[in-house]
């Protein structure tokens, strides 16, 4: 019934297999990839016909998790899977990014990639196989992809490089890289890394191409058995002789306008050569306009392109490896906890940093269940930064992914939960765009952190390179403009600190680029962070030792595990009093950890004195500060140390003789107590007498010591043996004849029946 075609492979440990012909068959490509316990199925449909008037390629990936894949059901209120998450948006980009470039130029038909997690075992993350998975489908579908690309995930611990590590050796590694690449070159990379050097980067980024090679020999042995038969299509290229009248209408136009060096100047100016080019094929059919458009744009290319690597000259007339002029302001806004104006060139960005408290975190539901982020980043693209008329509102699949680059610049150096136990926002306002603004974010980030007063390792600088490749001949180019970006060849950033790289992204848009290129890049890279950290030192050295005024405090306690339901109380009574009556708030961890936070520091004192007051143990001879709580006839219950009573007899509350407890203490007074003892039930005998009841400074004790009690002979017991016990004593057991009964001993002083010795006065 189903004409099944698999492939197997040894790789990483695991065995990677490749099925088609049993699941989605009516797709024009369908691939079910396996890897451990891991299935993701990648299904590829391509329209057969092209929009009229269209002239772009609609390439469209889908990323799903699916929670049943994990055996779990979706929280919230529809239970099923909605609207994609971060994570689904950053995986549909990483598919997207490095088969882009391998389809022809000039074929516009529609693709829609899905690929969708069917399976999750827990260890294998599943990004690498949804990539061979939409790899393998486009590869077998028979449209003209010139794949495949394999991909692989790469660790590095302890000097040795991992394929495919799992989450947890992920974490406790220092590099998590995934790269895309063809059998000849690297087409994408996306990475975090711990200050890893230019070489170990480098090294990791071979590995992996490496061992991706190894997966597009699968793919190519599963498309000889299964592969459609390709799509015939006609993409001759006959805009010759269309790209030499342009040359010779408007080409000493647009070479001018590339040499004026201001973003508006010289987009006014190539508007009216495109305007000038547009008015020239008026009369034509609306496809042969739509030719003269796309021939108008690659002629910019080659002119541009041309200077480049004829004379070095670049559009806004610096060299290749020279940064654009940069100005950095830290505590550019009054309110904030801490901000940066970060601008480089036509490109800028406001950040801004808040700090916020344990129920501040990001709670995000996936796969693996849910987990809390305490440091997030948003980056903002308003159309005005480019000057232009457009959406403005909830962020795209750019601004997500951008958003997501600085986060990983950022992330290596941040401090430990312990170090700095503070839920951290980055908020990337971008005002101007010529440029690569997500280094700008990274740039800002870190400098409106250390406004903040988030105490970083080290700060972290980024910066964006292009490339200029024809044949063997190139040139890679600092700080590229945002028109340097769309007519090179290669998008490539990287950031890091004077110790080494944090985050490396690579897009390219043509067949990939050699480890020759790669490691120049490099190079030139790491002396433009370097010049770009010494002007963000010039704003701001190091981390300001004082948090704003305007940010909460937090501070943290250790307290035992079996003294947690103390500060809790029954049902949270106790943890909610202290919350209400000092302001402050109170988080409390499995782990006995407490963190009490305010932006008022006296707050905060007050509700540790409260929590200190319940778990710490009261010492003889030690003077607290109290409060009477109840008045009674023989003394007064003094409520110390937040959550312990004891009682100030009525002859420890002064020298002298008092006759009413009433007359000295009031209830709801503040009193200072010294502990005199502690019986071994746990009850406190307190003491004001002895106490400076106005500085708290312990005072001579002038009463003469009590002498003891004489007792006297006790006679004869005579009838309280066990015989007579049990047969009721010499006890008259006829209760009206009861007879006298004894007198007590002690003086008119005397403590109410039943008191301990402790609390009776001589």
């Given amino acids: ?50 929009k009229e008037g269209q002239d772009f390629f609609p390439l469209t990936v889908h990323y799903q998790e699916k929670y049943s894949a994990a055996g779990r059901i979706p929280g919230g209120f529809f239970k099923r899977e909605r609207g994609a998450t971060e994570k689904e948006t950053l995986v549909s980009r990483l598919i997207d990014r490095p088969v882009r470039p391998l389809f022809p130029e000039g074929f516009y038909n529609e693709i829609n990639v899905i690929a969708q997690v069917m399976s999750y075992d827990g260890e294998t993350e599943p990004d690498i196989l949804a990539m061979v998975a939409a790899s393998a489908a486009l590869t077998i579908s028979g449209v003209p992809f010139m794949g495949p690309i394999g991909a692989a995930r790469v660790g590095f611990k302890d000097g040795e490089y991992q394929l495919n590590p799992s989450l947890t050796e992920v974490a406790e590694g220092r590099l998590d890289l995934v790269v895309a690449a063809t059998q000849d070159a690297v087409m994408m990379v996306e990475s975090e890394a711990q200050e890893l050097t230019e070489d170990e980067m480098l090294g990791a980024v071979m590995f992996a191409h490496a ?179 457009g959406r403005f509102g909830a962020p795209g699949r750019r601004e997500v992914g951008h958003g997501k680059l600085a986060w990983r610049a950022l992330h290596p150096v941040l401090p430990t939960k312990e170090e700095f136990p503070y839920t951290i926002r980055v908020l990337s306002d971008i005002t101007e765009s010529n440029g690569s603004s997500s280094m700008a974010t990274v740039c800002g980030g870190s400098l ?21 490749l024809e044949g063997k001949e190139f040139a890679i180019l600092s700080d590229i403009l945002g028109d340097e970006d769309h007519l090179g060849d290669m998008d490539f950033k990287v950031a890091g600190t004077s110790e080494g790289i944090t985050t490396m992204q690579m897009d390219i848009k043509i067949a990939g680029i ?23 030192s010039k704003a701001l050295g190091e ?128 009193v200072k107590v010294k502990v005199l003892e502690i019986d071994n039930r746990g009850k406190v005998r307190l003491s004001m007498r002895v106490v400076d009841q106005e500085t708290g400074e312990e005072l001579e004790d002038t009463r003469p010591p009590r002498e003891p009690r004489e007792r006297g002979d006790r006679g004869d017991r005579g009838g309280r043996d066990r015989g007579d016990r049990r047969r009721g004593g010499g006890r008259d057991r006829d209760r009206g004849e009861r007879g006298p009964m004894p007198e007590r001993s002690g003086g008119e002083d005397d403590a109410p029946g039943g008191l301990p010795d402790f609390l009776t006065q001589d």
């Fill in 211 to 389: 061992e991706s090679r190894k997966v597009i020999d699968a793919i190519i042995k599963l498309a000889e058995k299964a592969a459609k038969d390709p799509w015939e299509i006609d993409l001759s290229d006959n805009t010759v002789e269309m790209k030499a009248k342009l040359k010779d209408l408007v080409g000493k136009d647009i070479a001018a306008a590339y040499k004026l060096t201001n973003k508006s100047e010289r987009s006014n100016a190539l508007n009216e050569a495109r305007a000038k080019a547009k008015a020239a094929f008026a009369e034509e059919s609306p496809q042969t306009q739509m030719v003269a458009n796309k021939t108008m744009k690659k002629l910019e290319a080659d002119i541009v392109r041309g200077a480049i690597l004829k004379d070095g000259q670049r559009i806004d007339g610096r060299t290749t490896t020279q940064i654009r002029p940069i100005e950095a302001i830290v505590g550019f806004l009054p309110r904030t906890h801490g901000s940066a104006l970060f601008t480089r060139g036509e490109t800028q960005s406001i950040c801004t940093t808040t700090l916020g408290t344990k129920d501040a975190e990001q709670m995000i539901d996936g796969l693996d269940g849910l987990h809390y982020e305490r440091f997030m980043l948003h980056y903002n693209f308003p159309p005005y930064s480019v000057g232009e008329v």
């Fill in 448 to 468: 409106s952190m250390m406004d903040a007063g988030v105490p970083l390792k080290r700060p972290v600088s980024g910066i964006a390179m292009g490339l200029i």
């Fill in 543 to 670: 981390v300001r030792s004082e948090l704003s005024a305007h940010a909460p405090r937090i501070e943290t306690i250790q307290i035992d595990k079996s003294k947690i339901r103390d500060v809790i109380g029954t049902g949270g009574k106790v943890i909610r009093e202290i919350v209400a009556e000092t302001g402050a708030k109170v988080d409390i961890d499995d782990e006995g950890v407490i963190k009490i936070s305010s932006s008022d520091i006296k707050q905060i004192e007050a509700a540790k004195a409260w929590i200190l007051g319940i778990v710490e143990e009261p010492e003889v001879g030690k003077i607290y500060n109290g409060k009477v709580v109840n008045i009674v006839d023989f003394g007064a219950f003094v409520n110390f140390m937040g959550g312990k009573d004891g009682l100030v007899h009525v002859s420890e509350m002064r020298n002298e003789r008092v006759e009413k407890p009433g007359d000295v203490v009031s209830e709801g007074q503040e």
């Fill in 1 to 50: 019934m189903f004409d099944v075609k698999t492939v197997e492979i040894e790789w990483g440990g695991k065995t990677l297999k490749l099925e088609t012909g049993r699941v989605a068959r009516q797709a024009d490509g369908a691939v079910l990839a396996t890897y451990g316990e891991t299935v993701v199925l990648c299904a590829v449909t391509a329209a057969k016909s092209v």
């Fill in 514 to 536: 050699t480890e020759e290129i790669f490691k120049a890049a490099l190079a030139q890279a790491n002396a433009g962070r370097a010049h770009i950290l010494g002007e963000m």
